[in-house]
């Protein structure tokens, strides 16, 4: 069986890493965005099983990318 899909979208190159070795350690495949814009074309590329999004983000927040994804 395929591993989950997990896309993280944060602009903290830190938060990414630790959420990316803790999750990938547990099993999951991890993918990650630098920014809501970013992150949005990831999931509608790749379609993630779980979106792991950040909120404060540059050039588009974590609501506008909610907002998007919830319009697909």
Known sequence: MAAAR???IDD????VRVVQLVLTKA???VEA?????AGLAAAR???PDLILLDFVMP???GYQVCRELAAD
């Open 33 to 37: 965005a630098a920014d809501g814009e």
């Open 6 to 8: 997990v896309l993280v």
């Open 45 to 47: 590329a790749h379609r």
């Open 59 to 61: 050039k588009m927040n």
């Open 12 to 15: 903290s190159p830190t938060i």
């Open 27 to 29: 099993g999951f495949a």
